[in-house]
């Protein structure tokens, strides 16, 4: 996990060690979530810009078409059984229980 989060979040060796994992997969989570909003918003851009010029065509491109996915339905969030005993287990630790 550590080039992970040295490489992809930018972290320091120093700072990778004050963080704990839980604060480390959520800060990777934020990343790819921010990554993941910003491909859509360049995919929107292109094919706004495919469509209106024509580009012989024969029929229009959607953001789906170049994502491979639709990034406009909620996906479920489904939690493991080990991501809810680990939450369990971190307010427990928290709250003194």
């Known amino acids: 996990m550590e080039p992970i989060a040295l490489v992809e979040l ?42 209106a010029c024509g580009c012989n065509l024969k029929k229009k491109i959607s953001v789906q078409d170049l994502l491979g996915f639709n990034p406009y339905e909620k996906a479920e969030c489904k939690k493991t059984k080990t991501d809810a005993e680990d939450d369990l287990h971190y307010l427990k630790q928290r709250l003194g229980g």
């Open 10 to 51: 930018g972290l320091h060796f120093l700072e990778f060690g004050l963080l704990t994992v839980r604060e480390l997969k959520n800060a990777l989570e934020y990343k790819r979530k921010v990554q993941k909003q910003e491909a859509v918003q360049r995919a929107e851009m292109l094919v706004i810009l495919v469509n």
